[in-house]
């Protein structure tokens, strides 16, 4: 940008100074020169292709001929700086620069809690946009410039600020507000497990308090993960394959688990139930030994079809894709009571299943969804079960940001009978309907619910039922159950409502979304709080305060006199 502003300066210097030289006339006839601040006003006018016309008074010849050369002189270096200033905004460094400094401060302005989510694939624009159905702000970093464009597109509530970088930088990091006082912790959801690590180490590193959620398909990275303290590490085929296992001799504990990790909202669909008998799993690469690894658990027989036995460690399988009819009768297809396609490969997955449905058509069918663009032939399919790995990692990803709590509690609930877990299905539906609940924790502390710990200071006793209670109407329940009791490190799930709530509780409630909204007030509001245990109303007005202080004076003044 140098040479094009000494250009235009110069070139205006000497039309400047050569005007005020040039002899003129004026209205009376008199010999004028124009000073130099008239010259710069003409030759600025003219220089920019305004054009003003001859003032203050009509030229001389001579202006006239200077002005002419003035014209060319000065209107092409003007266009050769104009020129290099629009080509200087185009510079895509200069482009990334301005973009960097804007996304940096629309992070600072956050004034909220948010999440960070680095990786805007299929995973993470799932997740995005669940957080944003839940009003919670997210902030996205993503290395390719044509997702970042694909979430600009998209019509979110919120206006959520994205940079096109690699999240792998700590500078990226720090910009996406990894040290910010209102970040609630970051989900690395990039398809590379190495990225992923590293933007770990960089979250616990730049803010060891943070909560970092990560993606690993590796065990190796899962467990170089775990090394450092990463919270929350996800594997989507440990995951389904534990849910598969849940499926098959769990159906309660598996649909409360899927009801409870679900996106709020969403209607509760009866899943079909896995039958007990000989599976067969095509492909074992890491889904089909997490799948082999859940059925043989739960003490299911199992045929493994695997093209590559050498490279996958499988010892004990038969050779082949599992898209062949031959293959697929060595395996036994027709005695089978399922089969799951779970070789990276769409269309293979597709082929295999269409291929072993023709030979027994009763087959149980669970197949692999790799990619989203996919889904419509899935959906024509119509499999029992598509696995999709995208949406089980945001679903846990949701599930762990929005109520940590909520994974402790579905760890104990897979503790308990599958009576247990049906029976609280019951409640949940006799209380919210089959729409997925919202779940929300509480913290009984003077910051969280102020007026649950005050009225416990002051001696009063306060049970979980008055936290159940409509505090418009101390008669009337809300639509909520208590899921979870943390008193101390010791868990006790479904809390019995008569039961006196202490300072540091910890509880997880589900709900409708009317009675997430209106129990705040009974946790803020003493006066409230009061009239839902004993139904007495406390005036606090000033004529009121003064009275009752006016009374304890007196009283005291009368106390002291007796002993006396």
Not at 197 to 219: F, G, S, T, W, Y
Not at 370 to 393: Q, V
Not at 461 to 474: I, S
Request: with cysteine; aromatic share 8%; hydrophobic share 45%.
């Amino acid at each position: 940008m140098r040479a094009p502003l000494i250009t235009v300066i110069v070139s205006y210097t000497i039309a400047i100074v050569g005007l005020t030289l040039m002899p003129g006339v004026d209205d009376h006839g008199d010999p004028w020169h124009m000073s130099l601040f008239e010259a710069f006003y003409v030759i600025s006018y003219t220089a920019t292709t305004i054009g003003f016309g001859e003032v203050p008074y009509p030229y001389s010849d001579a202006q006239r001929l200077w002005m002419t050369f003035s014209i060319y002189f000065t209107v092409i270096p003007w266009f050769y700086a104009i020129g290099k200033i629009i080509s200087l905004f185009q510079d895509p460094a200069l482009k990334q620069a301005l973009t960097t400094n804007s996304f940096a401060r629309a992070v600072d302005h956050l004034h909220e809690p948010f999440f960070i989510v680095s990786g805007y694939g299929e995973t993470g624009s799932l997740l995005v946009k669940a957080l944003d159905h839940k009003g919670i702000r997210v902030v996205v970093t993503e290395v390719d410039q044509d997702r970042v464009n694909d979430l600009e597109l998209e019509d979110y509530q919120f206006d959520i600020p994205v940079l096109c970088a690699d999240a792998k930088m700590p500078d990226t990091l720090l910009r996406a507000g990894v040290r910010h006082p209102m970040c609630q912790g970051i989900a690395a959801l990039t398809d590379n497990d190495h990225v992923n690590l590293a933007i770990a180490v960089a979250a616990k590193l730049l803010n060891p308090d943070l909560m970092v959620l990560a993606r690993a398909e590796d065990d190796e990275v899962a467990a170089n993960m775990a090394s450092f303290g990463t919270d929350h590490i996800l594997n989507p085929y440990t995951l389904f394959g534990d849910q598969l296992g849940m499926e098959v001799h769990a159906i309660g504990t598996y649909l409360l688990h899927k009801w409870l990790t679900g996106v709020p909202g969403d209607t509760l669909t009866l899943p079909k139930v896995p039958p007990i008998g000989k599976w067969i799993i095509c492909g074992y690469g890491r889904f089909g030994k997490a799948v082999v690894e859940s059925l043989e658990r739960e003490q299911i027989t199992t045929v493994v079809i695997e093209a590559e036995p050498e490279l996958t460690q499988c010892d004990n399988c038969i050779v082949g894709n599992g898209t062949e009819a031959s293959i697929l009768k060595e395996a036994g297809i027709e005695d089978a009571v399922g089969i799951i396609a779970g070789t990276n490969n769409d269309i293979n997955n597709l082929s295999i299943v269409m291929t072993a449905q023709k030979m027994n058509p009763n087959l149980f069918v669970v197949v692999r969804k790799n990619r989203r663009f996919n889904e419509p032939l899935f959906e024509h399919f119509n499999a029992d079960i598509s696995m999709d790995p995208s949406d089980i990692i945001a679903h846990e990803c949701l599930a762990r940001m929005i109520t940590p709590m909520m994974t402790h509690f579905l760890q104990l609930v897979r503790t308990q009978d599958n009576s247990w877990a049906n029976q609280l299905i019951s409640r949940l539906v006799g209380v919210v309907g089959e729409n997925v609940p919202e779940a929300w924790g509480v913290t009984v502390d003077a910051e969280h619910s102020p007026a649950v710990a005050n009225l416990i200071a002051w001696g009063l006793p306060v049970t979980l039922d008055a936290l159940t209670r409509d505090p418009g109407n101390r008669m009337q329940k809300l639509d909520l159950v208590p899921l979870m009791l943390v008193r101390s490190g010791k868990y006790t799930l479904l809390p019995e409502l008569t039961e006196q709530l202490h300072v540091g509780d910890r509880l997880l409630f589900c709900g409708s979304a009317m009675a997430k909204s209106v129990q705040p007030i009974t946790l803020s509001n003493h006066k409230t709080l009061t009239w839902i245990i004993n139904g007495r109303e406390i005036a606090d007005g000033w004529l009121w305060r003064w009275a009752t202080r006016k009374l304890t004076r007196l009283r005291k003044l009368r106390k002291q006199t007796q002993q006396q």
